[in-house]
């Protein structure tokens, strides 16, 4: 029973030492390109009212989320989608805002997946919010973040895939389906199963125009030009409006000098039916998931009272460190490396020492010895622990003793000399 408490459940682990502190030095490298972009920081809480997140809303399904309830027989859950959370906050905080908001998070998100697809059920994301603009130059501004926080992080190779969920939803409007149809045809492009897209479509009573879109669909993605090719297949108006949103994107992203890193896929789709305008994924070496998802999602604060369209994304933190590790990354991590290790008869004198290190900013660890351990444990612990330079002082404290374990060699100085 005692070693079962060791273990976590399924879904979570454990993150501790250098993984731990490359994990928050990453996390810092992102949050600062986002405060580069005039993004301010918003929090919200852990669990919240289940009818936030309800499938209404369009966020994650209901046997996803992690429910419980409080004393008053409130059905709440453990948070599984940053994007409603911040919708209900801004409408609550900045109702009569009719200009711009831009909100960046750090935050973790609990997603009740089934074990066997191998994903954290309690995952650290951050991302933006840019509320109350429509334009393409906020969708490029989006964009243009993903990559520079991607950047930030030591990341080169990696692309985005770039959608127009209107394209989509335009020729299904115009297809008439019906519901159970629809749901089946966007459970096998979501699943790239089109053998299965063929079967249905040609089992339809709709136009010739129509089918051939709908089986086009797995060839319309690449380069711009290769969109383009889409005009010619549909005379659909919020099809082509589609198109030429992500060519105003497109556009922009060469002003900034970062379109290459953007290539087209119209038949994108996301499991979050919140997405109204652009959606968007990145993907890099050494994970088999997108480390970045985003989109535009014009009607979702309206469900909350605020009439505001908004544009965002979310970086899986975890997604993207194993990317890094993977690829050899190197990640700088300010790690302690050394330790001062002292007598109880020269305490004031190591502490003086400690402080000292301390305000020119370097990190020690202080260790009183202990009668009954060597120098030799403690400089066997030093090791095991990366510490590789050991600072002892004896009784007298009138000298370091300075060790490299590294280098296996032996100093010492006068105390005076490293107080100067």
């Not at 599984?80 to 959370?85: C, L, S, Y």
């Not at 900045?94 to 089934?114: A, D, G, K, Q």
């Not at 190197?330 to 109880?344: G, S």
């Not at 990366?386 to 007298?396: F, G, S, T």
């Amino acid at each position: 029973m005692a070693r079962k408490l060791l273990h976590t459940p399924d879904g979570v682990r454990d993150i501790y030492g250098v993984e731990c502190t490359r994990k928050r030095v990453i996390q810092e490298k992102i949050l600062k390109v986002f405060h580069l972009y005039g993004y301010q920081d918003i929090e919200t809480p852990t669990f919240e009212f289940f009818d936030i997140f309800n499938e209404s809303r369009g966020s994650v399904p209901s046997k996803e989320m992690f429910k419980f309830f409080d004393r008053d027989n409130h059905t709440l859950v453990l948070r599984p989608d940053e994007t409603p959370a911040i919708a209900r906050c801004v409408t609550k905080y900045f109702m009569e805002e009719e200009l711009p908001i831009r909100l960046c998070y750090l935050e973790r998100t609990f997603i009740n997946n089934t074990s066997y697809q191998g994903r954290l059920k309690e995952a650290s994301q951050t991302g933006v919010e840019l509320i109350g603009d429509d334009s393409a130059d906020a969708d490029a501004e989006i964009l243009s973040m993903v990559i520079h926080a991607l950047k930030s992080t030591g990341l080169t190779e990696f692309q985005i895939e770039l959608g127009e969920i209107d394209f989509f939803k335009g020729i299904l409007e115009e297809a008439a389906m019906d519901e159970e149809t629809e749901e089946k045809l966007l459970e096998l492009i979501q699943n790239k199963n089109y053998f299965g897209v063929e079967e249905l479509v040609m089992a339809e009573s709709i136009s010739d125009e129509l089918k051939n879109v709908f089986l086009k669909l797995p060839e319309l993605f690449g380069s711009l030009d290769q969109i383009r090719i889409a005009r010619e297949l549909t005379s659909n108006p919020r099809a082509l409006k589609a198109i030429k949103r992500l060519e105003e994107v497109n556009s922009i992203l060469e002003s900034y000098g970062l379109a290459e890193y953007v290539s087209y896929d119209l038949g994108m789709l996301s499991q979050y039916q919140y997405y109204t305008g652009i959606i968007f994924k990145a993907y890099t070496y050494g994970t088999g998931d997108y480390i970045v998802n985003g989109g535009r999602y014009d009607q979702l604060l309206t469900q909350f009272g605020k009439d505001a369209p908004a544009v965002g994304f979310g970086i899986s933190v975890d997604e993207l460190l194993l990317a890094l590790s993977r690829q050899k990354i190197i990640t700088e991590v300010p790690m302690v490396n050394t330790m001062i290790l002292y007598e109880e008869a020269s305490r004031e004198q190591a502490i003086t020492l400690a402080d000292h290190f301390r305000n020119t900013g370097m990190a020690v660890q202080l260790h009183l010895k202990a009668d009954t351990k060597t120098i030799e444990e403690y400089e066997t612990y030093a090791a095991r622990h990366e510490l590789y330079n050991m600072l002892y002082l004896d009784e007298a404290g009138y000298s370091v003793k300075i060790r490299n374990l590294m280098m296996d060699h032996t100093d010492e100085i006068p105390l005076s000399e490293y107080l100067k």
